[in-house]
């Protein structure tokens, strides 16, 4: 199964990708030259992981009809200043006050199925071509 991603740029440093019937624009910020309109790719590739992980966790809970309210997940991204590909992602989750201890680890676990951190894990092959 092929998925097309086309992009566009619409002036300055923004890049624009169109993914079916959704446009995600992203810029650079002041510092690189863009006009911080827009979050950078790579803060859309952190968002990725953490808004996926995001919805396993609430699927979670309303599979069990388990309250939401005050459920809540964070993202710390530590990466490495001497090896910047060398980095962590900790998610970090708030349950809801009544949560039930026996699905602790069961909400870690569904979290783990996040289908973004299973690509990383078994990293794809990029290949950059030009059409003629």
């Given at each position: ?5 086309d ?6 440093k923004r890049?624009h990708v ?12 002041l ?6 309109s827009?979050?950078?790719?790579f ?11 995001g919805?396993?966790?609430l ?19 530590d ?5 910047p590909?060398q980095?962590?992602a ?32 078994s ?10």
């Amino acid at each position: 199964m092929s998925e097309q991603l086309d992009v566009s740029f619409p002036g300055g440093k923004r890049v624009h990708v169109r993914i079916r019937d959704f446009e995600i624009a992203t810029d650079q910020s002041l510092k690189a030259g863009g006009d911080a309109s827009a979050p950078e790719p790579f803060d859309l590739f952190l968002a990725s992981m953490v808004a996926c992980a995001g919805i396993y966790a609430l699927n979670f809970c309303q599979s069990r009809k388990l309250s939401t309210e005050g459920l809540g997940l964070s993202m710390l991204w530590d990466r490495d200043a001497k090896r910047p590909l060398q980095s962590q992602a900790r998610l970090q989750l708030k349950l809801p006050d009544a949560f039930p201890a026996k699905y602790r680890e069961g909400i870690l676990r569904a979290m783990d199925l996040c289908a973004v951190k299973k690509q990383i894990e078994s990293a794809p092959e990029v290949v950059s071509e030009i059409l003629d």
